[in-house]
């Protein structure tokens, strides 16, 4: 159990366009996901925390008007990339907590890691 | 807030060596210590993590031990393999709700020569 996809893998997109990714848990409802940044050979840096139903919370640094994070449902969340450019090309990573009682193999406390979205802004 | 440091940053060992990586952090209300193994370009993987009110948690070759009184805590890989070579990454949850956001270290990368 404890699925997380992330779509799309990879993208490429010309400076000043915008990019959505989607992060689904696919065999738990997730009541928090996250999302992070990781630039080559660094650490994960988390971007926002988002609620299903309610804003999104962000860290420090982080613009809320260029990252656009939308949290419908209890198994999708999505960041939306607006204006791109080249130094947002990196690797975003979204996580997903569970809420509920999940069973014996999901636990409450532990982030599962989708496989992450390749941005590239040209 | 929350700051997780971690050592070293490199490391090289011979195949059946142990490796050792060491993680301090500064909030003593955190609660929740995961270690997660990520390989190049592919999503981080938990592969064992520990809660304040235990010392030391042992998974087949993998163990992970923590000093509340000192904030560090350790991961201790025995019988090393190739396919140990990775980036293994600690992080610390703070204290408070469940899905409270984890703070990870800066990364240590492993590698185990045949």
């Known amino acids: 159990g404890a699925v997380v996809s992330q779509h799309p893998s990879r993208v490429i997109c010309k400076s000043g366009t915008s990019v959505k990714i989607e992060c689904r848990s696919l065999?738990?409802?997730?009541?928090?996901m996250f999302w992070y940044r990781q630039f080559p050979k660094q650490s994960l840096m988390l971007m926002a925390t988002?609620?299903?139903?309610?804003?999104?919370?962000?860290e420090q640094g982080v613009e809320k008007d260029k990252f656009l994070i939308n949290h419908a449902s209890l198994t999708l969340s999505t960041l939306t990339v607006t204006s791109a450019h080249p130094e947002d090309s990196s690797f975003y990573i979204c996580?997903?907590?569970?809420?509920?009682?999940?069973?014996?193999?999901?636990?409450?406390?532990?982030?599962?890691f989708g496989p992450g979205t390749r941005l590239t802004v040209l | 807030g929350e700051n997780v440091e971690q050592h070293p940053s490199t490391l090289s060992v011979q195949e059946g060596d142990s490796a050792v990586i060491k993680c301090t952090y500064s909030?003593?209300?955190?609660?929740?210590f995961p270690w997660y193994k990520q390989e190049l370009g592919k999503r981080p993987q938990l592969i064992i993590d520990?809660?304040?009110?235990?010392g030391e948690k042992k998974d087949q070759r993998i163990a992970v031990t923590l000093n509340k009184t000192a904030k560090h805590f350790s991961l201790h890989i025995t019988e090393t393999q190739p396919e140990d070579s990775a980036v293994y990454f600690c992080?610390?949850?703070?204290?408070?709700?469940?899905?409270?956001?984890?703070?990870f270290g800066q990364g240590t990368i492993l590698t185990v020569h045949p």
């Open positions: 996580s997903a907590a569970l809420g509920g009682s999940g069973g014996t193999r999901t636990r409450t406390d532990t982030q599962y």
């Open positions: 065999d738990f409802q997730a009541t928090t």
């Open positions: 988002s609620n299903e139903g309610s804003k999104a919370t962000y």
């Open positions: 909030d003593s209300a955190s609660n929740y």
């Open positions: 520990i809660r304040s009110n235990v």
């Open positions: 992080a610390a949850r703070a204290g408070g709700t469940s899905y409270g956001k984890l703070t």
